[in-house]
């Protein structure tokens, strides 16, 4: 059959609702696969034969090779027969959704240069404290090419201004909202508050329940034997926390949809859910940690605080504040931690960007 991808914009149930989580979904079944994955080893089918075709563009058995590569080395995952068979159509179903929101950002004119890639690539070497150009050295050391990281960092990339673009068209802040959520925090301040990570695979036609469902829980075999869970929410996930390793960041119980919150609330540090099926897909959570609301904001806890500042004139025109959002957004995504600010800092280069000194919780607005 010869079908179609079409776009549509649709908020998430289930991501946190300050997050406006946003993702593109299949309307309609969907794409002219022209190849099966068999139990045989990738590596032996022909590589230049056509994986799939999105709205006329190729993807390719080549396209589904090297990004299995990739997805082995940076999680750890073992590169056998097994788990090819396991995750190639995983893996297809992912290169088919980046391909859908490179369509979807060239519709609304964005763009992503190479020198975004580049920038993009350069934060996740001083992350690791790697040295420029280490990167692509140790992907090729593994036979690896470094088109399929850029290809996927531009999706990435494309996909965040996209989204946020949408999001500031849309969104609307009212006086009322904003009491609503400040009643909302403070109902909540003795509540506990949870440090999360998730990996969401999206169920868009009853048909594919029982794959998806495999699916997910050969990755939950992965995380048991070790794999990493950030790289497997950047390689799999289909959440837009994807590009964060999966990071929910600090959360509370009713910012969730019932059915995880009723998950995180039995967890401890450390572990990972079990599937979670809920109106979007089947999810898997990482608790990675749990606090007291309140607890350590003392008045007289001593903050280190640090800025990053992106320069922008009052009458910039509004080409320039895009840009400047778009950049702003791309270094939020790249930081994942304290120890991720002083190299981002010195890479924005901007004199305002630096430290503000130990400042007293209580001191703060």
């Not at 996209?162 to 609503?180: C, F, H, P, Q, W």
């Not at 606090?291 to 009052?314: I, M, S, Y």
């Not at 910039?316 to 504040?321: F, K, R």
């Not at 939020?332 to 503000?356: F, H, M, Y």
């Amino acid at each position: 059959m010869n079908s179609l991808f079409r776009a549509d914009w649709k908020l998430v149930p289930g991501c946190p609702r300050a997050a406006g989580c946003i993702r593109l979904t299949r309307l309609l079944a969907a794409v002219f696969l022209l190849f099966a994955f068999s139990a045989a080893p990738i590596q032996a089918q022909g590589v230049l034969r056509i994986a799939a075709v999105v709205n006329d563009r190729v993807v390719s058995v080549l396209d589904v090779i090297e990004r299995m590569k990739f997805i082995m080395f940076s999680t750890g995952m073992r590169n056998t027969a097994e788990n090819q068979r396991r995750l190639s159509q995983q893996i297809l179903r992912t290169l088919v959704d980046e391909e859908m929101q490179l369509q979807e950002a060239e519709k609304q004119n964005i763009t992503v240069s190479d020198r975004d890639i580049d920038a993009a690539i350069r934060s996740l070497e001083e992350r690791n404290q790697m040295k420029p150009g280490d990167l692509e050295n140790l992907l090729q050391s593994r036979q690896i090419s470094i088109a399929t990281l850029r290809k996927k960092l531009e999706a990435e990339i494309a996909w965040g201004r996209t989204v946020g673009r949408k999001l500031r068209r849309e969104a609307r802040v009212s006086d009322d909202a904003i009491d609503e959520e400040l009643a909302r925090i403070e109902a909540l301040r003795s509540q506990p508050s949870f440090r999360v990570s998730e990996i969401l695979l999206n169920v868009d036609d009853p048909n594919q329940e029982d794959e998806v469902r495999r699916t997910v829980l050969r990755l939950k075999e992965q995380l048991s034997a070790g794999s990493n869970f950030a790289a497997l929410a950047r390689s799999f996930s289909q959440s837009t926390t994807a590009s964060v390793g999966g990071d929910l960041g600090w959360i509370q119980a009713g910012l969730l949809s019932e059915e995880l919150d009723a998950a995180i609330t039995t967890m401890q540090p450390g572990d990972v859910s079990d599937p979670i099926r809920t109106v979007a897909g089947y999810h898997l959570l990482y608790l990675r940690d749990r606090r007291q609301a309140g607890a350590n904001e003392t008045g007289d806890t001593v903050l280190d605080l640090r800025q990053v500042v992106f320069p922008l004139a009052k009458d910039a025109p509004a080409a320039d504040t895009e840009a400047q959002l778009a950049t702003a957004g791309q270094v939020r995504t790249a930081i994942t931690g304290c120890d991720d600010l002083p190299a981002i800092i010195k890479s924005v280069g901007t004199a305002e960007s630096g430290k503000l000194g130990n400042i007293k919780f209580g001191d703060l607005p």
